[in-house]
């Protein structure tokens, strides 16, 4: 008996490595380069940037060297108004361009074609900077997404686009990203919501092509937390996910998650000092009947880490 039960474990290891080598033989030759990016992939890679992480661009992983996600209501060039407003992705001069334009090949056949042909993505210069955006076309009688290069299109300049949005539209995603990565989200957040009973609650899963040029893609491998890769589809008000952040208990008295206040900085949206300490003691006297309501949250100041994170949520998690 025990000899079969040896001979029954052999086979079993035997299959494994056998289902094994077949995986390392045969995935590679799927070519990745034919999955088609959308709208979603390009959307992502285009806010992102080349990379989030340690590169020698932002050696300090801070967030340096990230393009700008902006909404246009009005046209940089001519002042026209756009309607609906769309969004564009500013790189300053200098800021390395995202895999999509460097590597087109990765967008896929069909749309790959359409970026370069239309698009002009091929004629972006990292020098002079670019502005990107995303529009659509029709190919044998089915809408694709692509990059279009509108400094080369359309005669638009990072810094006429960035004026034209002004910071009230301005969101500065990549940077965004980078704070979620740094702050270790992904060990307690998923981004990768599994084809079961998920699609009802945090919504349906990501389609291949939505990956094209993102790096990381950050999908998590534990959840402790919610989903929340579509978390802005759920709740985009601004105001909940700064107290969310500032303390969790504010809008969710059991939650386990860490306070991240410290992403405020040191001073406000009108300079003065944020007293972190006053502000927790007279919460622990909310929080034990001594006052009827918890301390009003600081107004984060323009160029803060929990800006950016709050902006990466809302323009990116949808």
Not at 13 to 36: N, W
Not at 71 to 95: F, N, Q, S
Not at 162 to 168: E, F, N, W
Not at 186 to 196: D, G
């Given at each position: 008996?025990?000899?079969?039960?040896?001979?029954?474990?052999?086979?079993?290891?035997?299959?494994?490595?056998?289902?094994?080598?077949?995986?390392?033989?045969?995935?590679?030759?799927?070519?990745?380069?034919?999955?088609?990016?959308?709208?979603?992939?390009?959307?992502?890679?285009?806010?992102?940037?080349?990379?989030?992480?340690?590169?020698?661009?932002?050696?300090?992983?801070r967030g340096a060297n990230k393009p700008?996600?902006?909404?246009?209501?009005?046209?940089?060039?001519?002042?026209?108004?756009?309607?609906?407003?769309?969004?564009?992705?500013?790189?300053?001069?200098?800021?390395?361009?995202?895999?999509?334009?460097?590597?087109?090949?990765?967008?896929?056949?069909?749309?790959?074609?359409?970026?370069?042909?239309?698009?002009?993505?091929?004629?972006?210069?990292?020098?002079?900077?670019?502005?990107?955006?995303?529009?659509?076309?029709?190919?044998?009688?089915?809408?694709?997404?692509?990059?279009?290069?509108?400094?080369?299109?359309?005669?638009?300049?990072?810094?006429?686009?960035?004026?034209?949005?002004?910071?009230?539209?301005?969101?500065?995603?990549?940077?965004?990203?980078?704070?979620?990565?740094?702050?270790?989200?992904?060990?307690?957040?998923?981004?990768?919501?599994?084809?079961?009973?998920?699609?009802?609650?945090?919504?349906?899963?990501?389609?291949?092509?939505?990956?094209?040029?993102?790096?990381?893609?950050?999908?998590?491998?534990?959840?402790?937390?919610?989903?929340?890769?579509?978390?802005?589809?759920?709740?985009?008000?601004?105001?909940?996910?700064?107290?969310?952040?500032?303390?969790?208990?504010?809008?969710?008295?059991?939650?386990?998650?860490?306070?991240?206040?410290?992403?405020?900085?040191?001073?406000?949206?009108?300079?003065?000092?944020?007293?972190?300490?006053?502000?927790?003691?007279?919460?622990?006297?909310?929080?034990?009947?001594?006052?009827?309501h918890p301390p009003e949250v600081?107004?984060?100041?323009?160029?803060?880490?929990?800006?950016?994170?709050?902006?990466?949520?809302?323009?990116?998690?949808?």
């Amino acid at each position: 008996m025990a000899f079969r039960q040896y001979k029954l474990g052999t086979v079993g290891v035997g299959l494994m490595l056998g289902l094994s080598m077949t995986i390392t033989l045969m995935l590679p030759s799927f070519d990745f380069r034919s999955a088609e990016s959308t709208w979603v992939g390009l959307d992502k890679a285009l806010s992102n940037g080349r990379l989030i992480g340690f590169s020698y661009e932002d050696p300090l992983v801070r967030g340096a060297n990230k393009p700008i996600t902006v909404i246009l209501k009005e046209d940089p060039k001519t002042g026209a108004t756009i309607d609906p407003p769309i969004r564009a992705y500013v790189y300053k001069p200098g800021t390395p361009f995202a895999s999509p334009i460097n590597h087109p090949d990765n967008l896929g056949p069909t749309v790959k074609s359409l970026g370069v042909e239309r698009g002009k993505i091929d004629q972006a210069a990292k020098a002079s900077g670019a502005v990107f955006t995303i529009e659509y076309a029709d190919v044998n009688g089915q809408e694709w997404a692509y990059p279009v290069n509108a400094t080369a299109v359309k005669g638009w300049s990072p810094d006429a686009a960035l004026a034209t949005a002004g910071d009230q539209n301005s969101r500065y995603v990549g940077r965004g990203k980078t704070v979620y990565i740094t702050e270790g989200c992904w060990w307690c957040h998923t981004l990768l919501p599994e084809q079961t009973q998920d699609w009802q609650v945090f919504g349906a899963p990501p389609y291949l092509g939505d990956f094209n040029g993102e790096m990381p893609t950050a999908f998590g491998s534990d959840r402790k937390a919610p989903d929340i890769l579509h978390v802005a589809s759920r709740n985009s008000s601004r105001e909940w996910m700064m107290m969310h952040f500032f303390n969790p208990r504010l809008v969710q008295p059991n939650s386990i998650m860490p306070r991240f206040d410290y992403l405020w900085g040191r001073v406000d949206v009108d300079g003065n000092k944020i007293d972190f300490k006053k502000w927790r003691a007279e919460y622990d006297e909310y929080r034990r009947g001594l006052r009827s309501h918890p301390p009003e949250v600081p107004e984060y100041a323009r160029d803060t880490e929990i800006r950016a994170l709050i902006d990466w949520v809302l323009t990116s998690l949808k």
